[in-house]
């Protein structure tokens, strides 16, 4: 009965994914999706609060009982890419130079499907949060909802989130007990020496061999400094000198880049040391050195017994055959965030078809990808089955 409800929601759905899908938008500007969301909310007579953290919306359905005293949380992400749609899909965007090429079209599409399916049978004992969240792509979306008093409005004990795998087959879920993506953080070293005549080195502070020497200091970073059987990234992306020039020594250099950990304390030890670096190269060549270093997203660390009920809510739908376990990978997701402050996990949804060519293939972040509507009735049962045995009735 479950199943086949869902189906039938799930038919509206893929239009609704659509339509969100014509109409991207990115980082705190996605209104059009805020103001679907909540039109549906409203027809559908469930309870919600907007406006958090700009365009965010929180929705509340209680269950038929509230015996337990417990609330569980979902959270979809509702922002686009600045991308240029080559999809070719009838639904591609409609906003030149934007486009929903990560499936938050979808995700936002699955917890709506859970709403109007939870608003309709209330079968837990418990409280369920649906959280639509703004700007997961570089915009600290989820940071910014727990600033806003997330936790204290909208209290909830443990928390689950789906991204949809274009890597997996349709009909496999994977997760991971502890890490599963990384952390992102981003630096800015400046360099400061004192810029010259070329051919009179005597009178200048040559920042070049110093920014030379911290590129190739900052290289070992991982290799001398984190344990092997840990992983991390330092890449250096930028580093900008001089005018063009032939006869100027700079007085100035930038380099920056990103870090990618599995830990706090890799960060912190990172940070310590890059520091060290910038400021022990700056100091080798007569110049001065400035680190911005900016922690933006923490890693998604899955707790233990969170994956646990996530595996046995997916092998309940697709079986255990279809439980792969996910290879921890560097890329970022703020979901991170819900889980540094409260128990959860996440999930990968595989959303891939035989077909060599299927749209729903591409990589996130593609022009040509496209969220596959086929996965929205299995993701929107698997949050289901989630909320009714998280908080199962007793005695209803
Ligand atoms: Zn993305
Ligand atoms: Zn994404």
Redesign the pocket.
């Given at each position: 009965m479950r199943t086949a409800l869902l189906h039938s929601i799930a038919t509206e759905a893929t239009e609704w994914r659509r339509t969100l899908h014509r109409n991207p938008q990115t980082m705190y500007e996605e209104t059009f999706a805020s103001n679907f969301v909540c039109e549906k909310l409203t027809a559908w007579g469930i309870p919600f609060e907007r406006d958090i953290a700009v365009t965010g919306v929180v929705a509340t359905i209680e269950g038929r009982r509230n015996q337990s005293g417990r609330a569980i949380a979902f959270r979809a992400d509702m922002d686009a890419?600045d991308i240029t749609e080559a999809s070719g899909q009838p639904w591609a965007s409609h906003n030149p130079g934007k486009m929903h090429?990560?499936g938050?079209d979808g995700h936002t599409a699955t917890l709506l499907t859970l709403a109007r399916y939870l608003s309709q049978t209330h079968n837990f004992d418990g409280t369920v949060r649906l959280i639509f969240q703004p700007a997961?792509?570089g915009g600290r979306g989820a940071f910014r909802m727990l600033d806003a008093g997330l936790l204290e409005r909208f209290p909830f004990d443990e928390i689950y989130g789906y991204h949809n795998w274009p890597f997996l087959p349709r009909g496999t879920f994977s997760t991971v007990v502890g890490p599963m993506l990384a952390s992102v953080d981003d630096f800015e070293i400046e360099l400061i020496g004192r810029g010259g005549h070329a051919a009179m080195v005597e009178h200048t502070a040559d920042v070049l061999p110093a920014a030379a020497t911290l590129v190739s200091a900052l290289q070992t970073l991982v290799s001398r400094e984190i344990a092997a059987n840990q992983a991390a990234v330092v890449s250096i992306t930028n580093c900008n000198a001089g005018t063009g020039a032939f006869n100027v020594i700079s007085g100035r250099a930038t380099l920056n880049g990103t870090v990618r950990t599995f830990r706090n304390a890799d960060r912190d030890l990172i940070e310590r040391r890059m520091r060290q670096m910038a400021e022990g190269a700056a100091l080798m060549y007569g110049a001065t050195a400035k680190v911005d270093y900016r922690r933006l997203i923490d890693p998604v660390i899955n707790h233990r017994e969170a994956v646990e009920h996530c595996q046995t809510a997916a092998a309940k739908l697709v079986g255990d055959a279809n439980l792969l376990p996910f290879q921890p990978m560097m890329g970022g997701e703020d979901f991170g965030g819900f889980l540094s402050v409260r128990p959860g996990a996440f999930i990968a949804i595989g959303q891939a078809e035989p077909e060599s060519d299927s749209p729903h293939n591409y990589t996130?972040?593609s022009p040509k990808y496209d969220f596959n509507d086929r996965i929205l009735p299995l993701a929107a049962e698997y949050f289901a089955e989630l909320a009714e045995t998280r908080l199962r009735p007793t005695n209803i």
């Open positions: 890419l090429a990560c938050h997961e792509e996130l972040h």
